[in-house]
């Protein structure tokens, strides 16, 4: 199971910090992870992290403003959320792949998901 959670409503320029708790299986072959869905949009990646090597994977609009982390003894991985925009909104989830290779962002590729923590950027 997977349980994202640290969504709620922020100002833009905030910040927020997501986590999400990890249970049910042993982790080192595995990557998380985040992905979101705005309102009539498709789901799309944000970021991934490989938990055996902590290999990271960012999507374009995110870089240099999310960060992404595991701490494995909690089986936890956070995703950092700073300089937040409007843009930035959405159902926001972590999902778990079996991989050994950089963390792809293609929703279609992941196996478990968990349920989504909604995040909303307005004044």
């Known amino acids: 199971q997977l349980q994202a959670s640290g969504g709620g409503l922020v100002q833009p320029g905030g910040s927020l910090r997501l986590s999400c708790v990890v249970s049910?299986?042993?982790?080192?072959?595995?990557?998380i992870g985040w992905f979101r869905q705005a309102p009539g949009k498709e789901r799309e990646g944000v970021s991934g992290?490989?938990?055996?090597?902590?290999?990271?994977n960012y999507a374009d609009s995110v870089k240099g403003r999310f960060t992404i982390s595991r701490y494995n003894a909690k089986k936890t991985v956070y995703l950092q959320m700073n300089s937040l925009k409007p843009e930035d909104t959405a159902v926001y989830y972590c999902?778990?792949?079996?991989?050994?290779?950089?963390?792809?962002?293609?929703?279609?590729?992941?196996?478990?998901w968990g349920q989504g923590t909604l995040v909303t950027v307005s004044s």
């Open positions: 999902a778990a792949i079996v991989t050994l290779e950089t963390p792809p962002l293609d929703q279609y590729e992941y196996d478990y």
């Open positions: 049910g299986f042993t982790l080192d072959y595995y990557a």
């Open positions: 992290i490989s938990i055996g090597d902590g290999t990271t």
